[in-house]
């Protein structure tokens, strides 16, 4: 292919980044790496547009070249072209320089035999030590900004092969001064003091001669990298962020070390001098200095950490999260060494009146309330991995943490923790009353949750958040028995006030375990029980009768069973009831459950679940206990029974079990119409034999939308056209998603099969709905009210969507007609568009140009903005 214009290449890359797997696979995808290197050198295209080029192989390395060689060949080809750039000022060095590291990175290409690596190590080197390779290599303004480029590059070599340029200590320890560029060269030195720290301890080697000055390579001497040593380290790679350092100094893998006197100063004096700039950093550097630096000496005999000291004067008070949180890693990491009791007593107060302050954002208050839950004591008292809140830390002082129904559900749930573990406390004698106030202030909360959970109606997340606060309570006070007793009790009331509430019970249930949630199951056995089931909630009874029953009180639930039966008319009910009667079955229920399933078998409306209630029946009189709870096991490997009846038919053990198969239909998803209150899915079946009670399942990667119901077919033949079936979308943020789709179906055969099905993608635009219709000659003024509606608290932007051959008219009534709401073809279109669940798109089309069309974008939701720029830039593929 020849050389491209800048205008085919912005179709082009516009193309690759609305789908870049598709676009490779695509027949334009074979060559355009190899195009793209080409034309970085065609004096044709600007440096802006082989800039944009450059910025493609940054984001995209691994689908440009896949594999090693491909990846070298790059690489090198990238190099060949900085060296071939003219003396004169130019914006390709520096993203020549990181696209070359990231390609060589990216592709598995870096290391000992590569060339383009040999090449670029020394380019590196010179660059950051302020010596550039030549005298034509650039003018003197671009030198410090290279320098910058060339230590980031650096750093991300080393990042990614610990330990390759231990030989370089001594050389980045000199160019740490006044003149050279501080930021990049203290992270660089101080990642690479701290992999060689470790590399050294792990082999027991010396760090003789490593921190002394040394040169830049230069021709074919001595090279300082070191591929061996990074080969070693480089399947102990430790993350480069602030953390807690584990508590067992032998796991950090450092106490094998223990540098000679000559070797330990020179230690010191780089740690030192690193300390000394540290305060020219900006905060996050700062941070990740510090935790590189407190990880790298952690464990080294004769290391004291008072090194750390002068900068704690000034780290105490500061108010930036990112060094608060690094000065607590370093007290978890050296304790009392370096903190004093002044000092953790400052900390504390500091982390408590902060956690305090009415103005924090929300994210910052969580912050502070989580340093004081994991807070590293000098000297805890509890045993290890015991949550505890610090000693220092009492009642009084901790008056202002206590939860309040008006916080949010995630702070409420912060304070809660904190409260739980203040009543866990052992009840000292000058605290005992104390605590007994605070207990009963938690019972007192806890009962307002369920109140605002126990309203009919009400929201899920009231719902849920006092689930999750009774877990959390359940969790911290499981040795409390009188907190249990009343939490149990409290929550019985709310299952009676509020049936509906049935499935967080059961999952709440599956995760306090048998021994902490067993009085809890026996009350709601109750509760259940002891109904009428008449009511509307019988459904929710049997739901959580089919989780809570048990061999206890079989006369109550049997009683239940027998005038719930009269009630259940339609499939679902019915189906609910005989699940209550497996989980009886499995629990060894006997007796008077015969007489139940016999009735059932004769009663029951739907001829599916009369033959259920037959087979439990036979199962019940024919198989002994073992034997029965084998056949009503969950596992698809239950042995042959050893008993008559499955002696009569050799089939019967595959006929109880619901067998994997290959999917025996396609679905797929039709044109979708945008009238209704929300989003739906118009889903198309073909069936490739005759399917029987098919149910289709969905399932939501990332939980964005809500739980979807199943949807069922009473039969489906193939060669049969088959009507659409609705699936409607509530979404909890308008985002594009995956939904897992399984099929339990019945085969002629009378075979209940299960099948994976391919996942079904809804995109972002699945999602639009169209605004009610304005009056007419109202439709301007409508759309301008929408639009202004959106500032300030919204955001705006402006796309250029690409136009393909069929125009923008065409592309609007393709893509956009039901959304239209003002338009003066074809200067102008007014776009509106909702976005459930709350949220709004506005569109503004300019005039058509040759290759695309101008659209500025408003929205009440700054998130939607990437996507409906993705959305706009697919249209003219999508046509």
């Keep these: 292919m020849g050389r491209l214009s800048r205008e085919a ?8 980044r609305a789908s870049p797997s598709a676009f490779i696979a695509g027949p334009e995808g074979e060559g355009l790496g190899r ?123 080393e990042s990614c092969q610990p330990g390759l340029l231990g030989g370089c200590l001594g050389l980045l320890q000199g160019l740490l001064g006044p003149e050279g560029p501080v930021q990049p060269l203290s992270l660089l030195l101080a990642l690479v003091l701290r992999n060689v720290l470790v590399a050294q301890a792990r082999t027991g080697a010396s760090l ?5 000055g040394g040169d830049c390579p230069t021709g074919d001497g001595p090279r300082p990298w070191d591929w061996t040593l990074a080969k070693e380290g480089h399947a102990h790679l430790l993350p480069q962020a602030p953390s807690w350092p584990a508590a067992e100094e032998g796991e950090c893998g450092l106490t094998a070390l223990e540098p000679s006197p000559e070797e330990a100063r020179e230690l010191r004096a780089t740690v030192a001098q690193l300390l000394d700039a540290s305060y020219l950093l900006t905060p996050v550097a700062q941070a990740q200095l510090l935790w590189l630096l407190g990880w790298g000496l952690r464990g080294l005999r004769g290391q004291p950490p008072a090194l750390f000291k002068p900068q704690l004067v000034r780290l105490l008070s500061t108010a930036q999260l990112t060094l608060l949180h690094a000065v607590l890693a370093l007290k978890a990491a050296f304790g009392e060494a370096l903190f004093t009791a002044q000092d953790e007593v400052l900390l504390l107060h500091r982390l408590t009146m902060a956690a305090q302050h009415p103005a924090l954002p929300p994210p910052t208050h969580l912050f502070y309330l989580h340093c004081l839950l994991s807070f590293p004591e000098n000297w805890p008292l509890g045993a290890a991995g015991e949550e505890t809140i610090p000693l220092l830390l009492g009642p009084r002082l901790c008056q202002g943490l206590l939860p309040s129904l008006l916080q949010e559900p995630m702070a409420l749930l912060a304070h809660l923790h904190f409260l739980c573990l203040l009543c866990a406390e052992e009840e000292e004698e000058e605290e005992k009353g104390q605590v007994q106030i605070l207990r009963r202030y938690l019972d007192e909360l806890l009962a307002g949750l369920r109140q605002r959970a126990a309203l009919a109606g009400g929201p899920r997340a009231s719902a849920a958040l006092c689930f999750q606060a009774s877990y959390l309570v359940f969790r911290c006070l499981a040795r409390q028995s009188t907190v249990l007793t009343s939490l149990t009790h409290g929550l019985a009331q709310l299952y009676q006030a509020r049936p509906a509430l049935a499935p967080h019970f059961v999952d709440f249930l599956d995760r306090v375990g048998p021994e902490l949630g067993e009085p809890l199951r026996v009350l709601l056995r109750q509760e259940v029980v002891l109904g009428t089931g008449r009511d509307g909630a019988l459904r ?85 206990g073992p034997k029965l709870g084998a056949a009503l096991g969950p596992s698809l490997a239950t042995p042959a029974l050893a008993s008559s ?51 289709l399942r969905f399932g939501v990667e990332a939980q964005v939308y809500e739980p979807l119901g199943a949807v069922h077919v009473p039969c489906l033949h193939p060669g049969r056209p088959a009507r659409p079936l609705p699936l409607p979308l509530q979404p909890r943020r308008p985002a594009p998603a995956r939904l897992d789709v399984s099929a339990l179906y019945t085969t002629p055969t009378g075979r209940t099969c299960h099948a994976q099905l391919p996942p079904l993608q809804v995109n972002f635009s699945d999602l639009f709905l169209p605004f009610p ?24 932007s402006r796309v250029w969507c690409p136009l393909g051959p069929q125009g923008l008219e065409a592309l609007v009534s393709h893509h956009l007609e039901p959304f239209v709401v003002a338009a003066q073809p074809p200067a102008s279109y007014c776009v509106a568009i909702r976005l459930p669940p709350a949220s709004r798109l506005l569109l503004r089309l300019g005039a058509a140009h040759t290759d695309g069309v101008p659209v500025a974008l408003r929205t009440d939701d700054w998130t939607v903005l990437p996507l409906a720029g993705d959305f706009l830039r697919g249209l003219s593929a999508a046509a």
């Design 208 to 212: 003789q001669g490593l921190l002394t």
């Design 9 to 16: 290449w912005a179709q082009r890359l516009g193309a690759f």
């Design 645 to 695: 009846l499955v002696a009569e038919n050799q089939g019967f053990a595959a006929a109880l079990t619901v067998q994997e198969a290959p999917a025996s239909l396609k679905l797929s998803v039709g044109p979708r119409r945008v009238d209704g209150p929300g989003p739906v899915l118009q889903l198309q079946l073909e069936a490739l034999q005759p399917l029987y009670s098919l149910e």
């Design 773 to 796: 219709r304005p009056p007419e000659g109202a439709e301007r003024d409508f759309f301008e009210e929408l639009w202004a509606s959106c500032l300030p608290k919204g955001a705006e």
């Design 540 to 624: 929710w009874h049997l739901q959580m009768l089919a989780r809570v029953a048990d061999r206890d009180a079989q006369s109550p639930t049997l009683r239940f069973l027998q005038t719930a039966a009269r009630h259940c008319t339609d499939w679902g009910l019915q189906q609910a009831l005989l699940r209550v009667c497996r989980t009886l079955l499995r629990a060894g229920v006997a007796g008077h459950l015969a007489d139940t399933l016999q009735a059932l078998a004769g009663q029951l409306e739907d001829p599916d679940c009369r033959d259920h209630a037959r087979l439990y029946y036979f199962l019940l009189v024919h198989l002994s």
């Design 35 to 157: 195009d793209l290197l080409s034309d970085l050198r065609s004096e044709k295209l600007s440096e802006q547009t082989k800039v944009s080029l450059l910025a493609l192989s940054l984001e995209f390395p691994a689908q440009l070249w896949p594999d090693a060689s491909a990846a070298e060949a790059a690489a090198t080809s990238l190099l060949d072209t900085l060296v071939l750039l003219s003396p004169r000022p130019s914006a390709l060095r520096r993203p020549l320089l990181l696209a070359a590291t990231t390609v060589l990175v990216a592709g598995g290409a870096l290391g000992p035999t590569s060339g383009a690596s040999g090449r670029l190590l020394p380019l590196l080197l010179s660059l950051a030590s302020g010596r550039g390779p030549g005298r034509g290599f650039g003018p003197a303004s671009e030198q410090r900004p290279l320098q910058v480029t060339a230590c980031e590059c650096l750093r991300e070599l």
